[in-house]
């Protein structure tokens, strides 16, 4: 590759990026604050989390669970990381973060098409295609379909008022890992294995989800592409290997089993399913049949195998209710990156066969047309990223009371003012987590009956040690309003206070008093009996490890899902309880350290 040619695509590149960053520019320079996305919920792991090396308890969702559940690593690091070299508040730097990737999605997309086709010019152009159009919103839309939805900036109010910049940070990686992989097979270097196998890991660590939109980019990418397959499945295998091996640490097998568990949960498969898979799979052999027999270019091939796979994926679950894939209706993401390379290097053959003058003034007319769209999507985006103060908030001002008026104490919290509330305090919630990454299965289902009303609800909120529970009536600013009979606690519960809606109700029996003296050590008192099994209102985990007087005890799961001790002696007693991550913890940190090392050294050693 000449040095012109270099200089072109780093042109390219750099013209892609200012676009970008010309529409989204707002979110590096004040809050914005919407309330009903999950922002809130990455600024408070960013804020919150102690170390991301050593073993660390996160008290302050879902009864407590091991760091490593409380959220995907990649974006709340790199928020921390911002939060202290812009010396910012963690919400400013969630969106300097979300900023980040809007730019550099394209970038990306720009990289892997000129990377496998050495043609920068309409790599480019695949790259502006994904920036200014949305043509995911014609085929499977969010909402009322409409024709003006394809030049929606769809991509960017994902990222901007809801919670997908972890998928989009992923994308990212994904699509630089397809490069990297292709590369490896086709030169069959361990440089380049090692090279794809960090990407693919950055994928997962952004977005452990992600992984299934990489297995489909893999199977059409493989499929496409010529070359000996035992070459193409050691090296495919090698990278996922030392991926895996990589983001072990933070991605251990209990969190990846309970991402099952909560995806099977709301998504169980049938016989009905395992046919429309069997159908999907008919298609697919068909579409591979004749794409190969008609397609001599393995480029456009790859192109045209993964649009088809994720368009199907996704319509099939938006106008046929058919789920595929666990969470297809996420797979929009992949949809835009994949239609922009599909159509424009499959016009690519056409606009050849052009007159230079003709291509010349179409060419002309596209970037302007382009041109007109980035500024009305720069117009939507100031009025998308306005300031916004989050005091004002009723999330704000309920989670400042609560840690005001009940500090060290469980409270259930609902819907946004849950998902905002460590944000701004320390408050210790009942709720308050991902449910994707669920780790208490048992606490999750009794905090649903407590949620649907339940008759049991005041008993399972005293055997989770809550107490206040704050609800939220139909007619308050919360946006998610859990409870589905918000009178339930009326005259039942002593009102604590009430304020545009939201209604604060004390539990009456007071839960064992615990003590926390660090992240992973806390105190609790507890009296009862001899050979008494005494519940302690944190979630179990074998790291933990319990003292009473100086002796070790054992600690146990109840049937709450909390940790349970038998005392030794009847009376009143401390227990000291000490958290080390156990021993998978410390296997997974080891195979990760050894992966970082393998992986160095076959790029050093090319």
């Not at 090692?194 to 939109?213: H, Q, R």
């Not at 169980?268 to 591979?288: L, P, Y």
């Not at 720069?378 to 009723?394: G, S």
């Amino acid at each position: 590759m000449s040095r012109v040619e270099r200089v072109r695509a780093a042109a390219y590149a750099a013209v892609l990026l200012w676009l970008n960053a010309y529409v989204c520019r707002d979110w590096l320079y004040h809050p914005t604050a919407w309330m009903n996305s999950l922002h809130g919920s990455w600024a408070a792991v960013a804020r919150l989390s102690d170390g991301w090396l050593q073993p660390s308890w996160w008290p302050f969702w879902d009864m407590g669970m091991p760091a490593e559940f409380a959220a995907p690593p990649l974006v709340p690091v790199m928020a921390a990381g911002i939060a202290g070299l812009r010396h910012v508040s963690h919400l400013m730097a969630v969106q300097t973060v979300s900023a980040i990737f809007y730019c550099a999605a394209p970038v990306a997309l720009f990289l892997l098409a000129w990377g496998i086709t050495r043609s920068a010019g309409y790599a480019f152009l695949a790259g502006l295609f994904y920036s200014v159009l949305s043509p995911a919103q014609l085929l499977a839309t969010d909402g009322v379909f409409s024709w003006a939805a394809f030049l929606a900036p769809h991509r960017f109010n994902l990222q901007a008022m809801w919670d997908e910049t972890p998928r989009c940070a992923a994308l990212t990686f994904l699509l630089l890992f397809l490069l990297l992989l292709a590369r490896a097979v086709e030169a069959r270097r361990a440089a380049y294995i090692a090279a794809s196998a960090v990407a693919l890991a950055l994928t997962i660590l952004a977005s452990p989800y992600a992984v299934v939109a990489a297995v489909v980019a893999v199977l059409c990418l493989l499929t496409a592409m010529p070359g000996d397959g035992w070459t193409k499945l050691w090296c495919t295998a090698g990278a996922a290997v030392l991926a895996f091996a990589l983001a072990a640490r933070w991605l251990p097998p209990s969190v990846w089993l309970a991402m099952g568990a909560s995806t099977a949960a709301g998504e169980t498969w049938s016989i009905a399913q395992v046919q429309n898979v069997t159908r999907g799979a008919v298609v697919w052999f068909s579409v591979e049949f004749v794409t190969i027999r008609y397609v001599r270019d393995w480029r456009l091939r790859f192109f045209a195998f993964w649009t088809f796979a994720v368009c199907a994926v996704t319509m099939l679950a938006s106008h046929a209710g058919l789920r595929i894939l666990p969470q297809a209706s996420r797979f929009r993401i992949e949809m835009e990156a994949a239609i922009a390379l599909a159509v424009v290097f499959g016009l690519r053959p056409l606009l050849e066969r052009l007159p230079w003058n003709v291509r010349g003034a179409l060419l002309l007319v596209a970037l302007w047309l382009a041109g007109v769209q980035v500024v009305q999507q720069r117009r939507l985006a100031k009025d998308v990223l306005y300031p916004a103060d989050v005091a004002t908030t009723i999330e704000y001002r309920t989670a400042q009371r609560v840690a005001r008026e009940l500090p060290g104490t469980r409270v259930l919290l609902p819907g946004s003012i849950a998902a905002w509330a460590n944000a701004f305090t320390d408050v210790l919630q009942v709720a308050g987590g991902f449910g994707g990454m669920a780790y208490n299965g048992a606490h999750q289902r009794a905090l649903a009956s407590i949620y649907r009303g339940d008759a049991r609800s005041l008993l399972l909120l005293e055997a989770y040690g809550v107490r206040a529970v704050v609800v939220s009536g139909p007619e308050s600013k919360e946006y998610w309003k859990p409870f589905a009979h918000p009178s339930m606690f009326e005259g039942g519960l002593p009102v604590l206070w009430s304020e545009e809606g939201v209604t604060a109700y004390r539990v009456p029996r007071d839960p064992p008093p615990l003590t926390w003296k660090s992240r992973n050590h806390f105190q609790v008192r507890v009296e009862g009996s001899r050979d008494e099994a005494i519940s302690i209102p944190v979630s179990y985990h074998a790291g933990w490890h319990a003292e009473i007087a100086g002796h070790s005890v054992a600690v146990t799961r109840d049937a709450f899902g909390l940790m349970s001790v038998r005392l030794e002696e009847s009376g009143v007693v401390t227990v000291e309880l000490r958290y080390d991550g156990g021993w998978e913890l410390r296997l997974c940190g080891w195979l990760s350290l050894g992966a970082l090392l393998v992986a160095a050294a076959l790029v050093v050693r090319r």
